[in-house]
């Protein structure tokens, strides 16, 4: 499973992006995506997942009512829409799959075995 972040950028407070996954082909057919945040010096972070039966979506407290993840089958890529951003949203972001997530664990970095790069988004105040 290969997977590409891309679309973060300098933005302000207030503002939105949207970042997306280009993925390999297979990777929407029992795999668990999601995205994740990380700041220097500190784990990686939940923001939002999209469970293998691609209905059951989940969003961090941190991200509910600003963040949407969705994904489109027929061009194989995951998004994240961020609506009123704020500096604290700060952070490199990266794009996340797995076909061993389970439910218990689908917020912890661990349980995914395939990442994107990363794409950095910067928000001013």
């Known amino acids: 499973v290969q997977l590409q972040a891309s679309g973060g950028g300098l933005v302000r407070a207030g503002g939105s992006l949207r970042l997306s996954c280009a993925t390999s082909?297979?990777?929407?057919?029992?795999?668990?995506v999601g995205w994740f945040r990380q700041v220097p010096g500190k784990e990686r972070e939940f923001v939002a997942g999209?469970?293998?039966?691609?209905?059951?979506?989940f969003v961090s407290d941190s991200a509910k009512g600003r963040f949407t993840i969705s994904r489109d089958i027929a061009k194989n890529t995951l998004y994240l829409q961020m609506n009123s951003l704020k500096p604290e949203d700060t952070a490199v972001y990266y794009c996340?799959?797995?076909?061993?997530?389970?439910?218990?664990?689908?917020?912890?970095?661990?349980?995914?075995?395939?990442w994107g790069q990363g794409t950095q988004v910067t928000v001013s105040s």
């Open positions: 996340a799959a797995s076909s061993r997530v389970i439910y218990s664990n689908l917020r912890e970095a661990t349980a995914y075995n395939n």
């Open positions: 082909g297979r990777t929407f057919s029992g795999y668990t």
């Open positions: 999209i469970w293998r039966n691609g209905v059951s979506t």
